[in-house]
């Protein structure tokens, strides 16, 4: 069948079309801009791909090759979205990304092991496949970031297991029902969805009564009311064997690290020590404090706590010569964040803001500019902040500042336009 994915350069449905394709579909798409990741995709045989999504563009495709499924994301919520009005009125079938993806567990009918939390998601997701991988167990897969040992999503013969990183947006995750759960880490996110903290940890507990088995940390249980049992096991995240066991960098990828090995010794059936040897040599992904250039660092840590486990993991490779470029992603959460702004890069040397990434904004909210997130800075952080734009001139600072030694750390958003294409054309 020929599944047509709308959006197609994010990173769910990017993966989501590698896994399809693999699974033997026959896979096109479309999306609102050019990318790094619609280069990607082309470059792994998902060739069929136009930019600007059009009524004309996809009855093109349909005419040359008719198409039986149309996905398309929670961006798309105009019912006269001109794929889907022209996919409604041709009689396509259409569905959602959780649609067609519980189809395809459904039809393979793998144990699913899914990674949910509001941050290190991505990261455990991958360690848990790299796991996997090393074991030499066919597995499919789904994770919303560029792996370095594989692609991001994929469907492998005989497959007994799924790996899915499973996104609380849009409570998207409660279309699972997993055999294994894994909670990276909660502090509550999304309040156009989750418009309290309650909601948002109520949406967690259903997704745990959905699943056979969690794993997940103490400070999350208990944020969450939940006691140890047999089937919810509680790890310590203060426990001192996570650093003496593993020589990952950043403790927050220790402890992703110790989460996944806990979770998976079990479920496999093997030593706990064997996983953690795996896991040493974990290679990473992509935009996760990766290294760009000497002394230059691309992460996708967008929440507070993810901010901070970013500037810890910089101060643990870097020391404390840590220079940040912010570009935080939607202005929406930036409204919703402004009480944590205040301190949060107070101990850094030099920080530069450039505008946000927009995306699924509330158009009655003030546009933030980077000269107004300065503005909601302690003076302590306000005296070494300097508005910014993607330009030569912040290029150039960048690069200065690598070459002095000093670490720089980019807070980046993905996608067309964002301050990580911009690295990455200009380095």
Not at 227 to 238: K, R, S, T
Request: hydrophobic share 40%; aromatic share 8%; proline share 4%.
């Amino acid at each position: 069948m020929h599944v047509f994915f709308s959006g197609i350069g994010g990173s769910g449905m990017s993966s989501l079309a590698l896994v399809a394709k693999q699974a033997g579909w026959l896979v096109s798409g479309s999306d609102s801009q050019a990318s790094s990741t619609i280069s990607y995709l082309k470059k792994n045989g998902v060739e069929n791909i136009y930019i600007g999504q059009s009524r004309e563009a996809i009855e093109s495709v349909h005419q040359k090759n008719p198409i039986g499924l149309y996905i398309y994301t929670s961006a798309i919520s105009d019912p006269n979205h001109p794929e889907l009005d022209f996919c409604n009125k041709a009689g396509i079938k259409t569905g959602k990304r959780d649609d067609f993806l519980s189809q395809i567990i459904k039809e393979n009918n793998p144990k699913l092991v899914a990674v949910a939390g509001t941050h290190g998601k991505s990261t455990t997701t991958a360690m848990a496949i790299w796991v996997f991988k090393e074991l030499g167990m066919p597995i499919g897969y789904s994770v919303g970031a560029k792996l370095n040992f594989g692609l991001p999503g994929g469907m492998e013969n005989d497959a007994k297991f799924f790996i899915l990183e499973a996104d609380e947006f849009d409570r998207s995750f409660l279309s699972f029902y997993p055999s294994l759960a894994l909670i990276s880490g909660l502090d509550w996110d999304h309040p156009d969805i989750y418009p309290t903290r309650e909601s948002y940890y109520e949406a967690f507990n259903e997704f745990i009564e959905q699943s056979e088995k969690t794993v997940l940390w103490q400070t999350d249980a208990e944020a969450l009311a939940l006691e140890a049992g047999p089937n919810l096991q509680v790890l310590d995240g203060a426990d001192g064997a996570i650093d003496a066991s593993l020589k990952l960098t950043g403790r927050v990828n220790r402890q992703n690290a110790w989460l996944v090995a806990h979770a998976l010794a079990a479920e496999l059936d093997q030593p706990l020590e064997k996983l953690l040897e795996i896991l040493n040599k974990f290679p990473g992904l992509s935009r996760r404090f990766e290294e760009l250039a000497p002394n230059i660092y691309t992460d996708y840590a967008h929440t507070p706590a993810k901010i901070r486990g970013a500037l810890e993991t910089a101060q643990e490779a870097g020391g404390q010569d840590i220079v940040v470029v912010y570009e935080g992603l939607h202005n929406l959460r930036q409204h919703f964040i402004k009480e944590e702004l205040v301190h949060l890069f107070d101990n850094v040397k030099k920080l530069y803001i450039v505008p946000s990434y927009l995306a699924r904004e509330d158009p009655s909210l003030k546009n933030l500019s980077p000269s107004d997130i300065k503005e909601l800075l302690s003076d302590t952080a306000k005296s070494k902040t300097e508005p910014a734009q993607l330009d030569d001139d912040l290029l150039a600072k960048i690069k200065q500042h690598a070459e002095q030694g000093e670490l720089v750390l980019c807070l980046t958003a993905g996608g067309g336009g964002s301050l990580d294409e911009w690295l990455r054309k200009e380095l």
